[in-house]
């Protein structure tokens, strides 16, 4: 089974600081992502990499930072955290692509992140 | 046009019942297609791929439209734990990511 942890269920942080979200997967997947949910928006794509040291803007990528020192590991930074950036994040991981089941993505559980 | 749409519901059936989603997508270039399922404060998960042929696995049924760019989900005899939000997912027609819809919520009653 493939396994995506992310550091921590519930984060609450205040304006200003800086953020550091982790991910690590277990399947030696080449390809992450990072993703925001809200209501009544979806999920939106921030960051993906598709190889170590390797990062991709997203549709929203305004705000954040992303890095990958190890295949493994994606963390996605909040270099200084605003109110709305209060949202649930998640992390998935996928093989490259393949012909058949394509792009699967396998999500974390996600960080409830609060900024106050 | 949105990249992927979905009539977000909320879908209430009762137990038994056959229920069926549509989606749209924007991009013709797109080749690979999934419907995930997603629970209450949970992460989503694969629900199914869909292939070209449409596609069945029990309960469910996937069917893909090319030249209408229209994806749909067919699920029979609904149960109570069918009750989820169902995300329609379409890849961005180059390299890996993917564009979610807003999802459709359904709820199976008793």
């Known amino acids: 089974d493939v396994k995506v942890t992310q550091s921590s269920r519930y984060l609450v942080k205040r304006t200003g600081e800086k953020v550091f979200l982790e991910c690590v997967q277990d399947m030696d997947h080449e390809n992450m992502f990072w993703y925001r949910q809200d209501p009544g928006l979806g999920l939106r794509l921030i960051y993906f990499s598709y190889d170590v040291k390797m990062k991709e803007k997203g549709d929203i990528p305004e705000g954040y930072s992303v890095s990958r020192e190890k295949k493994e590991r994606f963390s996605l930074i909040l270099e200084s955290a605003s109110t709305n950036q209060t949202s649930m994040y998640l992390c998935?991981?996928?093989?490259?692509?393949?012909?058949?089941?394509?792009?699967?993505?396998?999500f974390g559980p996600g960080t409830r992140l609060t900024v106050l | 046009r949105k990249e992927v749409e979905q009539d977000p519901g909320p879908f209430n059936v009762p137990e038994g019942a056959t229920v069926a989603f549509n989606c749209t997508y924007s991009?013709?270039?797109?080749?690979?297609f999934f419907w995930y399922r997603q629970d209450c404060r949970k992460e989503p998960k694969l629900l199914m791929s869909?292939?070209?042929s449409g596609n069945e696995d029990g309960r469910f049924t996937a069917q893909l439209n090319r030249a209408s760019q229209y994806i749909s989900l067919l699920i029979r005899d609904s149960k109570l734990s069918d009750s989820a939000t169902y995300l329609c997912?379409?890849?961005?027609?180059?390299?890996?990511?993917?564009?979610f819809g807003k999802g459709t919520s359904l709820l199976v009653t008793p």
């Open positions: 997912v379409v890849n961005k027609g180059s390299g890996y990511a993917l564009n």
């Open positions: 869909v292939y070209s």
């Open positions: 991009n013709s270039a797109s080749q690979s």
């Open positions: 998935a991981s996928s093989l490259e692509e393949t012909a058949r089941g394509g792009d699967t993505q396998y």
